[in-house]
């Protein structure tokens, strides 16, 4: 029995057949047909889950995003804490993208014994790619943080988990295949971390961590830098850091957040293929910074955000001729938070 069978085994709120589906979409992680054909068998099984699967596997299309924002929030609200069962008791926030859980936002435990508690439903944590820290929770001591955090990370049903960040964590026994990392604070444990697992192509720091990481021999081998800074910032970072192939600059380490939305979360990422991509909302960023962006920059992809946000970006970028492409229009819908962190 593979590792995604056996993370689903024994699951009572699958039918044999949708289990079955389930499992191929684990095996299957980025790849949308196998979604498809779930959708269509949860549905037929009238399971609300099929229809918000449909809904986020939809194209962008302009006209029909208001209204699947609003379902898909809509679905959201009213299914959330049955879909993630006791995970809501040690997460105050959560993502679902393609119909499936991929961010989990942890909170201060009132019950540390809750973090080991046998009856997570191992479905969700088979599709969880990304388990953000606990933020906050000054009354809480770090090591009690860390332990907590520790004991996600290293559950062995998160076969699909790619993200993390490493904090004081040290070494790690995870069962998915890491890509990316959030190294800030004392960064000796994380960089002596990256060294040792070569699947790590992406890390999230600080314009002060950077200054100590690239000096490391295995940055040659980082393919994605996410910087915690102003685009300004990054901007005049990207030429200096030819090795890397796609600079993303957004406010904060995490890759993303479990809020519907914030007014300060905008976000660029550069790529050597001359595109760009913006994320986030956008409606109080100076747009002057999208007219100076880097010549070999010929194209704008635009997700998760606003048809107001897409019209304005068109009209600030259009004197320059750069194309503006749409990579979807229902935001972060899929995105939920019950509970603050602290």
Request: aromatic content about 4%.
């Amino acid at each position: 029995m593979g590792a995604a069978a056996a993370v689903l085994a024994g699951d009572a709120l699958l039918s044999e057949r949708t289990a079955e589906l389930w499992r191929e979409c684990v095996a299957r992680l980025d790849d949308d047909d196998p979604r498809q054909v779930l959708a269509d068998a949860l549905q037929a099984e009238s399971d609300p889950r099929g229809e918000l699967m449909m809904l986020q596997l939809m194209p962008a299309d302009p006209e029909s995003a208001p209204a699947r924002r609003a379902r898909i929030r809509e679905l959201m609200k009213q299914y959330y804490r049955v879909w993630l069962g006791p995970l809501c008791d040690i997460a105050c926030g959560a993502s679902f993208e393609r119909g499936m859980l991929t961010r989990l936002e942890l909170r201060v435990p009132t019950d540390r014994e809750r973090w080991r508690e046998p009856d997570y439903h191992d479905k969700e944590l088979a599709t969880l790619e990304e388990v953000l820290p606990i933020s906050g929770g000054w009354m809480v001591e770090q090591e009690v943080r860390g332990e907590c955090y520790r004991a996600i990370v290293e559950d062995p049903r998160l076969v699909s988990l790619r993200r993390i960040a490493l904090g004081e964590l040290g070494p790690l026994e995870t069962s998915g295949e890491l890509q990316h990392v959030v190294i800030d604070g004392n960064l000796a444990p994380g960089c002596r971390f990256v060294a040792t697992h070569p699947s790590i192509t992406s890390i999230a720091t600080t314009p002060a961590g950077l200054s100590e990481i690239r000096l490391h021999p295995w940055f040659p081998r980082i393919e994605t830098l996410v910087l915690a800074t102003t685009i300004r910032r990054g901007l005049e970072l990207w030429g200096e850091l030819p090795t890397i192939r796609h600079l993303v600059i957004q406010p904060g380490t995490a890759y993303d957040s479990c809020e519907l939305r914030t007014p300060h979360d905008a976000r660029l990422e550069l790529r050597r293929d001359g595109t760009a991509r913006v994320a986030g909302e956008w409606m109080l960023q100076p747009l002057d910074l999208l007219t100076v962006l880097p010549a070999e920059i010929r194209r704008i992809e635009i997700e998760d955000t606003s048809e107001r946000i897409v019209d304005r970006i068109s009209r600030a970028v259009a004197p320059r001729g750069i194309e503006v492409a749409l990579r979807g229009l229902i935001g972060r819908a899929g995105n939920i938070r019950w509970a603050t962190p602290t």
